[in-house]
């Protein structure tokens, strides 16, 4: 091994690039399975869960679709008296009003998940705001709330989506546990994801799915057993506002 070659990179690079490496390698952090970008001075980011040592958390639920699977994730928590944050699509709204107004009746958080489930990196800022706007016409009038939270479809955003939802008052949240429920369907997986992940301040993600509805309850009770206290998206990060 030539113990100069360090020497000699050092020297052909300079100080300072090693210096920037250092910090890409430092601030590169991996959430469940994103990897959290290096922000630029100034721009704006979206919220992936909050800053704590204390053991709380929330649980988020995104709906486009799976109806059916609702009522029982929604016994789950009513159970376990946990209030969780479900983000709605628009759409969804509109076709099941019902189901929504006993998502709000039981006490739940509702953010915007947007109207249509766009890629909404692709929008102008003002596409962004018209799909936002769009979601909240149809989700308000039924819940009777105010929207303050929105999780963008897919996870996919960019600087326009976050100059939009600050635009609109709303705070955009991402995840910091992903069950990847809408993939995998082995109860065993999504419920070791959970207790692989999780973290004081966390948000676990998770969709109406058959194995979802099958392992909420599980899923509760190991992170409250954990000593966990789960709570609305809104009340976690409302310390740090």
């Known amino acids: 091994m030539d113990l100069r070659k360090p020497r000699k990179w050092l020297a052909k690079h300079g100080a300072s690039t090693v210096l920037v490496l250092a910090v890409l390698m430092i601030f590169t952090l991996t959430f469940g399975d994103k990897i959290l970008p290096v922000w630029k001075e100034n721009e704006l980011k979206p919220i992936y869960g909050a800053e704590t040592q204390e053991k709380v958390g929330a649980v988020v639920c995104n709906i486009y679709w799976g109806t059916e699977y609702v009522p029982d994730i929604l016994k789950a928590l009513k159970e376990r008296d946990i209030k969780a944050t479900f983000f709605i699509g628009g759409m969804w709204a509109n076709d099941n009003p019902e189901v929504l107004k006993q998502i709000v009746s039981d006490g739940h958080e509702i ?22 706007e769009k979601a909240a016409n149809a989700i308000e009038p039924i819940t009777g709330t105010t929207i303050s939270l929105f999780m963008p479809p897919s996870g996919d955003f960019g600087q326009a989506t976050l100059q939009a939802a600050k635009q609109l008052n709303y705070k955009t949240i991402m995840w910091s546990c992903d069950t990847i429920d809408w993939r995998d369907q082995q109860d065993d997986v999504l419920l070791g994801r959970v207790q692989k992940k999780m973290a004081p301040g966390g948000i676990i993600l998770t969709h109406p799915t058959a194995a979802t509805a099958r392992i909420y309850g599980q899923m509760l009770d190991y992170l409250t057993g954990q000593g966990y206290r789960l709570c609305p998206v809104g009340e976690l990060i409302a310390a740090e506002d």
């Open 111 to 132: 953010g915007s998940h947007g109207y249509s489930h766009k890629m909404h990196s692709k929008l102008s800022l003002d596409e962004n705001v018209k799909e936002m």
